[in-house]
């Protein structure tokens, strides 16, 4: 009797793109700035940048004003579905208090190639207001 056994291991895209820059033991891992350039692995792979170049960061959000609302648009990976986009608010940094509440996704431009672009907005209330972008998987 013959027995064929067959193992499926699913790599997923972040491992598939850490290992074109040498995996791991090269970039370190996805919380970490190999480049120095100030994002994390994680972000240049989700911007589609390249973790060993500090002048290649990929496709950044960008923010705009108008009329008193603030609309912030970011790339968005389409091959890779496990990467969670969250923006977060905040008037005072010293407090640490971040929360997504008042943020309305206004658009969601489909492409057809490896990035599409999320807008949201949100009101100018404040007389400050910060803005992050919290990027897992």
């Not at 013959?2 to 997923?12: H, K, Q, R, T």
């Not at 891992?29 to 290649?56: K, R, W």
């Not at 208090?97 to 492409?111: K, Q, Y």
């Amino acid at each position: 009797f013959n027995l064929n056994w067959l193992e499926l291991v699913l790599i997923d895209g972040y491992e598939i793109w850490e290992e074109g820059f040498g995996g791991s033991a090269t970039i370190g891992l996805s919380t970490e700035d190999y480049d120095g350039d100030g994002l994390v692995n994680l972000s240049e792979y989700a911007f589609n940048g390249d973790p060993t170049d500090s002048s290649s960061l990929g496709e950044l959000p960008t923010v705009s004003t108008t009329g008193g609302i603030i609309s912030y648009r970011y790339p968005q990976r389409a091959d890779d579905p496990s990467l969670v986009f969250n923006l977060e608010t905040t008037t005072d940094l010293s407090s640490g208090d971040w929360i997504n509440t008042g943020i309305l996704t206004t658009e969601t431009e489909t492409t057809g190639s490896l990035l599409n672009y999320v807008t949201n907005t949100l009101s100018l209330d404040n007389d400050q207001i910060f803005v992050r972008l919290i990027i897992s998987k």
